[in-house]
T-cell receptor, first 112, second 110 residues
Framework: DADVTQTPRNRITKTGKRIMLECSQT?????MYWYRQDPGLGLRLIYY???????NKGEISDGYSVSRQAQAKFSLSLESAIPNQTALYFC???????????FGEGSRLTVL | AQRVTQPEKLLSVFKGAPVELKCNYS??????LFWYVQYSRQRLQLLLR??SRESIKGFTADLNKGETSFHLKKPFAQEEDSAMYYC????????????FGGGTRVLVKP
């Protein structure tokens, strides 16, 4: 099931580097999300978008930015990566009706 | 603000034993509650939602508004139930935006 695809799956980078994580979906959903997963903290919402012209901050948006290039694409950027941004990042989509989130496989980012 | 608490980080049970994963929430309105599961090497996926009132893979969860809880239960755990489980809450005005708990890892021993 490759309906929500994240690239890259793994990335190691250095402090201060700019990093982009990309997400694309073929589910036709309007809504897309970026979450960060840390052990013991669960998933925390970074940014979400309910359509191409709608971008909203989540609970931990500092240090991150996003771009919704099209209905199917939602990118997450770290302008200047720092070590405490080392985490597993998930993209998810949903439609308005059911509300169920569909997740990508995750992008593991390590900042040295 | 909405918050979800899963007090147990790890639950270890024997096959055939009952398992209960606790979830407590705080939210001032009428929430929608969900359980998501992540099996080894698989994507995070929806297990069940309170409005469906259904049993999935033998699991059930009842929303108790008085105790602000949404505990997940299964009477007889199976080895294939070993996974990471997340309780999540959606507030009405926030649309589908979910707040997740910290997760509980379930290990079912043979």
């Amino acid at each position: 099931d490759a309906d929500v695809t994240q690239t890259p799956r793994n990335r190691i980078t250095k402090t201060g580097k700019r990093i982009m994580l990309e997400c694309s979906q073929t589910k036709g959903h309007d809504r897309m999300y970026w979450y960060r997963q840390d052990p013991g903290l669960g998933l925390r919402l970074i940014y979400y978008s309910f359509d191409v012209k709608d971008i909203n901050k989540g609970e931990i948006s500092d240090g991150y930015s996003v771009s919704r290039q099209a209905q199917a694409k939602f990118s997450l950027s770290l302008e200047s990566a720092i070590p405490n941004q080392t985490a597993l990042y998930f993209c998810a989509t949903s439609d308005r009706a059911r509300g169920e989130l569909f997740f990508g496989e995750g992008s593991r980012l390590t900042v040295l | 603000a909405q918050r979800v608490t899963q007090p147990e980080k790890l639950l270890s049970v024997f096959k055939g034993a009952p398992v209960e994963l606790k979830c407590n929430y705080s939210y001032s309105g009428s929430p929608e509650l969900f359980w998501y599961v992540q099996y080894s090497r698989q994507r995070l996926q929806l297990l069940l939602r309170h409005i469906s009132r259904e049993s999935i893979k033998g699991f059930t969860a009842d929303l108790n508004k008085g105790e602000t809880s949404f505990h997940l239960k299964k009477p007889f755990a199976q080895e294939e139930d070993s996974a990471m489980y997340y309780c999540a809450l959606s507030g009405g005005a926030a649309g589908n935006k979910l707040t997740f708990g910290g997760g509980t890892r379930v290990l079912v021993k043979p």
